[in-house]
């Protein structure tokens, strides 16, 4: 029977949890979906549900678990907001309450676990995951799977009963089964079963045999998937540690930058990605006041507590392995230390272990025989100071994340696309760009930024995409920086009218740009009044195209790469002669003081 003061514990615990959703939910309701969400759900409006579909790896990710989410959502509305915002707190409601479990199982119902519960349930550690769905995905699953392995296995080395070994697997392949760092489930089992467990070893074979087949059945699946999966950008991947002054300083950054300062109420401070993320940005002198409050907590538990060394040592090493090296093998060389290393969506399934190690440092076990070294003094009380300023500097980090639109600006977007789309008529010749970056960067994600893709679902709009201008292409459309439709307009070079029109023939006919381009790729726009429709050929330099100009007065368009000073036109084929008016030459954007659809993007 729980003791009376066991069901205080229990109250508060749950009311603490409770009100962490409360809170978290404000941030989280504001947040829409960005870069690789709209990659996942264009992917999964377009796959089957197969196995290749579900063991791609993306970027060293395996995650098919998220892949068949996405599947189904793609299925559901799409950037249906609801749903998605619904899983984020159920899946934090659960991780929470498994942390609460495990706590509960190790230490029993002290008081004291109070104190590492709090710290998971404030840390800035987790925010910007939380604003990302696609990182949502994987690491709140992991933060519900891992504590939930542990305690299955913490009963089975109490009890014996294969049932809890049975269950301790389900919850690890669980967190594979949404992301790779699950894998270090085991060995933080085996370390904790070592140091503070009192098993009996030849039992626990019947564990770690299921245990080490599940790891190399997976890491079978991952490594093929790794070498064979092609990439967005049609490469396979070939991962490989870098040097190790690159390694070294990753180390150095994510730990001083991230780690140490999110442990202890920060950043503080944020460097804006767009509107809807943000990186650590913690002041300098804080970073070391940081590092020297880390290290004072870290000497006073060792000296007082047995076993705390090991506590933080498992800390370090899980720090180094799962969060470290996979960043390394991973996309290190396309940003750099200086970048990544301030990225706390790294260590948003760190914060679990950060909370275990604190208690496990800090707190007896259940049963422990002698767990202090020295005997506890008034200074037992110095942490009261100490956590209330971690939370303080949590809340106040967390406001500062949450003080910008979130996802306000990309939700606008897509709702002022779409609404463009539905007052256009079918057929509609819309120019297929990228969407603005902050949504889905095209240096990234290639295709899937596309507004036809982007835009596109659930369900295909009735327009006519067009990938570039080419031909007499009737009225074309082009989204703007807001997401309203608008004329297209040729920025760059005019040639004006000479006269009513020039005549062009099978003759070269040139005429002299107001300035030399560079080498490039060029849209050209040539206004025509025809008596036939005929074939031109465009040339700029070397690089010539040959389009189609319509009977009667209008436009066409030609896509031609080269430089140059003059364009020159002729007719080709034995066509008719045409007659040429204005010329522009340049990039295709959306026309300023063209009418926009709707006239006033939707705002929030």
Not at 428 to 454: C, E, N, Q, R
């Amino acid at each position: 029977m729980r003791s009376r003061g066991g069901d205080t514990v229990l109250a508060t615990a749950l009311v603490m949890v409770a009100v962490q959703l409360v809170w978290k939910f404000e941030l989280v309701r504001r947040t829409y979906f960005r870069q690789d969400d709209f990659h996942y759900l264009i992917r999964g409006q377009e796959s089957g549900f197969t196995w290749d579909y579900l063991m791609w790896v993306d970027v060293g990710h395996l995650l098919p678990g998220g892949f068949g989410i996405s599947w189904a959502m793609a299925r559901l509305g799409g950037y249906n907001e609801l749903l998605a915002h619904g899983m984020t707190i159920a899946l934090q409601a659960g991780a929470s309450l498994a942390l609460l479990r495990l706590l509960w199982l190790l230490f029993g119902a002290r008081p004291a676990i109070l104190v590492p519960l709090g710290f998971y349930l404030v840390t800035p550690m987790t925010i910007p995951s939380l604003s990302w769905w696609a990182a949502v995905l994987e690491t709140l699953p992991l933060q519900l799977a891992l504590p939930m392995a542990l305690s299955s296995h913490v009963l089975y080395v109490r009890t014996g009963r294969i049932r809890h070994v049975v269950a301790a697997c389900a919850w690890t392949l669980f967190g594979l089964v949404f992301f790779v760092k699950a894998a270090f489930i085991p060995v933080l089992m085996l370390v904790i079963t070592a140091g503070w467990l009192t098993p009996r070893w030849v039992r626990l074979w019947r564990a770690w045999v299921p245990y080490a087949a599940l790891l190399a059945a997976y890491s079978w699946v991952f490594f093929t998937g790794l070498y064979s999966s092609v990439q967005i950008n049609d490469a396979t991947q070939t991962p490989g540690l870098p040097d190790a002054g690159v390694a070294g300083e990753f180390f150095w950054m994510l730990g001083s930058r991230g780690l140490v300062p999110s442990a202890l109420g920060g950043p503080w401070q944020w460097r804006p990605i767009g509107d809807d993320y943000a990186m650590a940005a913690p002041p300098e002198p804080l970073v070391w006041a940081g590092l020297v409050g880390v290290a004072a907590v870290v000497a006073v538990t060792v000296r007082w507590r047995r076993r705390a060394w090991l506590a933080w040592l498992t800390l370090l090493g899980y720090f180094l392995l799962a969060d470290v090296v996979p960043v390394l093998l991973g996309r290190i060389e396309l940003l750099g230390p200086g970048i990544l290393g301030y990225e706390l969506r790294y260590l948003a399934a760190t914060a679990t272990v950060v909370a275990i190690v604190l208690g496990l440092a800090c707190i007896p076990l259940v049963g422990e025989e002698q767990p202090w070294l020295r005997p506890r003094t008034r200074l037992r009380w110095a942490w009261v100071p100490l956590a209330a300023a971690v939370t303080a500097g949590s809340v106040w980090s967390v406001a500062a994340y949450a003080d910008r639109p979130l996802g306000g600006t990309a939700r606008d977007y897509v709702r002022t696309a779409r609404l463009a789309l539905s007052r256009v008529p079918a057929g509609t010749a819309v120019l297929d760009t990228h969407v603005p970056p902050g949504l889905a960067a095209a240096a990234f994600f290639h295709d899937y930024a596309l507004h036809s893709k982007v835009l596109g679902m659930p369900d295909p709009w009735p327009v006519t995409w067009v990938r570039e201008l080419s031909g007499p292409v009737r009225d074309p459309l082009v989204f703007d920086a807001r997401g309203r439709l608008r004329p297209v307009a040729i920025q760059g070079l005019r040639v004006p009218q000479r006269g009513n029109c020039v005549p062009v023939g099978p003759a070269e006919t040139r005429f002299r740009l107001p300035a030399r381009l560079p080498g490039g790729e060029y849209t050209v726009q040539i206004a025509y009044l025809n008596s036939a429709e005929t074939t031109l050929s465009v040339r700029l330099g070397l690089g010539v195209a040959q389009v189609r100009a319509g009977e009667g007065l209008g436009r066409t368009f030609a896509r031609v790469p080269g430089e140059g000073a003059e364009l020159a036109l002729r007719t080709a084929g034995g066509g008719p002669d045409a007659c040429v008016g204005e010329i522009r030459i340049g990039r295709p954007v959306p026309d300023e003081d063209g009418a926009a659809i709707p006239p006033s993007p939707l705002e929030s």
